[in-house]
Protein backbone atom coordinates (compact mmCIF):
# COMPACT_ATOMS: atom_id res chain seq x y z
CA UNK A 1 0.00 0.00 0.00
CA UNK A 2 1.59 3.54 -1.16
CA UNK A 3 1.43 6.06 2.18
CA UNK A 4 0.53 9.71 1.37
CA UNK A 5 3.00 12.21 1.50
CA UNK A 6 2.90 12.63 5.20
CA UNK A 7 3.50 9.42 5.83
CA UNK A 8 6.83 9.18 3.65
CA UNK A 9 9.93 8.31 4.77
CA UNK A 10 11.85 11.45 5.46
CA UNK A 11 15.07 10.39 3.60
CA UNK A 12 18.31 11.44 4.74
CA UNK A 13 19.82 13.55 2.17
CA UNK A 14 23.20 11.72 2.20
CA UNK A 15 20.96 8.49 1.49
CA UNK A 16 22.23 7.71 -2.27
CA UNK A 17 23.32 5.21 -4.15
CA UNK A 18 26.50 6.26 -4.27
CA UNK A 19 26.89 7.47 -0.08
CA UNK A 20 25.19 3.72 0.35
CA UNK A 21 27.87 1.90 -2.02
CA UNK A 22 30.80 4.13 -0.77
CA UNK A 23 30.14 3.44 2.66
CA UNK A 24 29.53 0.20 2.54
CA UNK A 25 31.91 -1.42 -0.18
CA UNK A 26 34.86 -1.58 2.50
CA UNK A 27 32.54 -3.53 4.73
CA UNK A 28 31.77 -6.12 1.25
CA UNK A 29 35.08 -5.82 0.53
CA UNK A 30 38.24 -6.07 3.66
CA UNK A 31 36.64 -9.68 5.11
CA UNK A 32 36.87 -11.77 1.55
CA UNK A 33 40.47 -10.07 1.07
CA UNK A 34 41.36 -10.53 4.49
CA UNK A 35 40.58 -14.33 3.98
CA UNK A 36 42.21 -14.52 0.91
CA UNK A 37 45.63 -13.08 2.62
CA UNK A 38 45.32 -15.49 5.32
CA UNK A 39 44.62 -18.31 3.07
CA UNK A 40 47.80 -17.51 1.09
CA UNK A 41 50.03 -17.34 4.19
CA UNK A 42 48.55 -21.33 5.31
CA UNK A 43 48.86 -20.12 8.88
CA UNK A 44 46.68 -21.90 11.04
CA UNK A 45 46.59 -19.24 13.99
CA UNK A 46 45.48 -16.24 11.49
CA UNK A 47 42.88 -18.74 10.28
CA UNK A 48 41.65 -20.00 13.63
CA UNK A 49 41.66 -16.21 14.98
CA UNK A 50 39.72 -14.89 11.83
CA UNK A 51 36.68 -17.61 12.04
CA UNK A 52 36.59 -16.92 15.67
CA UNK A 53 36.15 -12.98 15.19
CA UNK A 54 34.55 -13.27 12.00
CA UNK A 55 31.91 -15.24 13.53
CA UNK A 56 31.60 -13.13 16.60
CA UNK A 57 30.77 -10.56 14.38
CA UNK A 58 28.37 -12.50 12.41
CA UNK A 59 26.63 -14.03 15.80
CA UNK A 60 26.98 -10.75 17.57
CA UNK A 61 24.62 -8.64 14.63
CA UNK A 62 22.26 -11.55 14.82
CA UNK A 63 22.10 -10.81 18.23
CA UNK A 64 21.93 -7.04 18.61
CA UNK A 65 19.47 -7.44 15.11
CA UNK A 66 17.26 -10.41 16.50
CA UNK A 67 17.02 -9.30 20.28
CA UNK A 68 18.08 -5.74 20.83
CA UNK A 69 16.83 -3.77 17.41
CA UNK A 70 13.22 -6.38 17.52
CA UNK A 71 12.44 -5.01 20.99
CA UNK A 72 13.56 -1.40 20.17
CA UNK A 73 11.22 -1.77 17.03
CA UNK A 74 8.20 -3.29 18.72
CA UNK A 75 7.62 -0.15 20.65
CA UNK A 76 7.61 2.47 17.99
CA UNK A 77 5.42 3.35 15.45
CA UNK A 78 5.45 2.31 11.34
CA UNK A 79 7.18 5.05 10.07
CA UNK A 80 9.49 5.26 13.22
CA UNK A 81 10.49 1.75 12.43
CA UNK A 82 10.70 2.84 8.72
CA UNK A 83 13.29 5.49 9.57
CA UNK A 84 15.34 3.14 11.62
CA UNK A 85 15.39 0.46 8.67
CA UNK A 86 16.72 3.68 6.29
CA UNK A 87 19.95 3.36 9.12
CA UNK A 88 20.51 -0.14 9.60
CA UNK A 89 19.46 -1.27 5.61
CA UNK A 90 23.04 -0.58 4.36
CA UNK A 91 25.18 -1.38 6.73
CA UNK A 92 22.92 -4.65 6.58
CA UNK A 93 23.04 -5.46 3.12
CA UNK A 94 26.88 -4.83 2.28
CA UNK A 95 28.48 -6.41 5.85
CA UNK A 96 26.26 -9.47 6.65
CA UNK A 97 26.59 -11.53 2.99
CA UNK A 98 30.41 -10.81 3.45
CA UNK A 99 30.67 -11.70 6.82
CA UNK A 100 28.71 -14.69 6.92
CA UNK A 101 30.30 -16.06 3.53
CA UNK A 102 33.89 -15.52 4.87
CA UNK A 103 33.21 -17.41 8.37
CA UNK A 104 31.68 -20.07 6.85
CA UNK A 105 34.66 -20.71 4.13
CA UNK A 106 37.34 -20.25 7.26
CA UNK A 107 35.26 -22.39 8.93
CA UNK A 108 35.43 -25.35 6.07
CA UNK A 109 39.04 -24.62 5.73
CA UNK A 110 39.79 -25.24 9.22
CA UNK A 111 38.29 -28.53 8.89
CA UNK A 112 40.46 -29.26 6.51
CA UNK A 113 43.85 -27.76 7.96
CA UNK A 114 43.16 -30.00 11.13
CA UNK A 115 42.44 -32.81 9.19
CA UNK A 116 38.95 -33.23 10.27
CA UNK A 117 37.18 -36.34 8.41
CA UNK A 118 33.54 -35.03 6.40
CA UNK A 119 32.34 -37.68 7.18
CA UNK A 120 32.25 -37.38 10.95
CA UNK A 121 28.49 -37.24 12.55
CA UNK A 122 29.85 -33.62 14.09
CA UNK A 123 31.04 -32.04 10.71
CA UNK A 124 28.26 -33.24 8.67
CA UNK A 125 26.21 -31.99 11.41
CA UNK A 126 28.19 -28.63 11.40
CA UNK A 127 28.25 -27.85 7.34
CA UNK A 128 24.00 -28.87 7.49
CA UNK A 129 23.69 -26.23 9.89
CA UNK A 130 26.25 -23.75 7.98
CA UNK A 131 24.11 -24.80 4.80
CA UNK A 132 21.12 -23.65 5.83
CA UNK A 133 22.30 -20.18 7.44
CA UNK A 134 23.77 -19.39 3.70
CA UNK A 135 20.49 -20.16 2.48
CA UNK A 136 18.80 -18.07 4.65
CA UNK A 137 21.24 -15.48 4.22
CA UNK A 138 21.74 -15.13 0.32
CA UNK A 139 18.01 -16.74 -0.66
CA UNK A 140 15.96 -14.52 2.49
CA UNK A 141 17.42 -12.03 4.55
CA UNK A 142 19.76 -10.48 1.28
CA UNK A 143 16.45 -10.36 -1.52
CA UNK A 144 14.66 -8.68 1.41
CA UNK A 145 17.54 -6.52 2.59
CA UNK A 146 17.72 -5.59 -1.32
CA UNK A 147 13.77 -4.69 -1.44
CA UNK A 148 14.05 -3.01 1.69
CA UNK A 149 16.70 -0.78 0.21
CA UNK A 150 15.15 0.09 -3.88
CA UNK A 151 11.94 0.99 -1.13
CA UNK A 152 14.47 3.61 0.44
CA UNK A 153 16.39 4.96 -3.11
CA UNK A 154 12.92 5.37 -4.67
CA UNK A 155 11.60 7.81 -1.81
CA UNK A 156 10.42 5.45 0.82
CA UNK A 157 6.64 5.71 -0.35
CA UNK A 158 5.62 2.03 1.14
CA UNK A 159 6.41 2.23 4.46
CA UNK A 160 4.24 -0.95 5.14
CA UNK A 161 6.88 -2.88 2.94
CA UNK A 162 9.76 -1.63 4.96
CA UNK A 163 8.75 -2.64 7.99
CA UNK A 164 7.14 -6.34 7.08
CA UNK A 165 10.59 -6.85 5.17
CA UNK A 166 12.61 -5.36 7.95
CA UNK A 167 10.61 -7.16 10.76
CA UNK A 168 10.91 -10.40 8.69
CA UNK A 169 14.57 -10.03 8.92
CA UNK A 170 15.12 -9.25 12.45
CA UNK A 171 12.97 -12.32 13.05
CA UNK A 172 15.29 -14.79 10.81
CA UNK A 173 18.23 -12.90 12.75
CA UNK A 174 16.83 -14.67 15.87
CA UNK A 175 16.41 -17.85 13.63
CA UNK A 176 20.38 -18.02 12.44
CA UNK A 177 21.75 -16.93 16.38
CA UNK A 178 19.93 -19.97 17.59
CA UNK A 179 21.31 -21.93 14.84
CA UNK A 180 24.51 -20.04 15.00
CA UNK A 181 24.96 -21.32 18.53
CA UNK A 182 24.56 -24.90 17.82
CA UNK A 183 27.47 -24.51 15.36
CA UNK A 184 29.70 -22.78 18.44
CA UNK A 185 28.30 -26.02 20.44
CA UNK A 186 29.77 -28.34 17.57
CA UNK A 187 33.24 -26.77 17.36
CA UNK A 188 33.67 -26.13 20.92
CA UNK A 189 33.13 -29.74 21.54
CA UNK A 190 35.48 -30.81 18.40
CA UNK A 191 38.20 -28.72 19.89
CA UNK A 192 38.08 -29.86 23.06
CA UNK A 193 38.02 -33.74 22.19
CA UNK A 194 34.67 -34.02 23.45
CA UNK A 195 33.10 -34.65 20.21
CA UNK A 196 35.95 -37.29 18.68
Known amino acids: MINSNAERVALDQKFTLKNSFLRGFPMLVIPPVLLVIILYLHNFYYLEYFHVVAGSMWTGMDLVMGIFFSYVMKGLNNIERARLSTRITPTMLFFMPAISSVTITAGIELV ?32 NEL ?26 SLSQVILQIAIIFI ?10
Open 187 to 196: MAGLATGVFN
Open 147 to 172: RVYSEILHGGKNVEKIVRLTMFNLRL
Open 112 to 143: IFLKFSFSSLYIIIALIIAFILLIQGIGIFLP
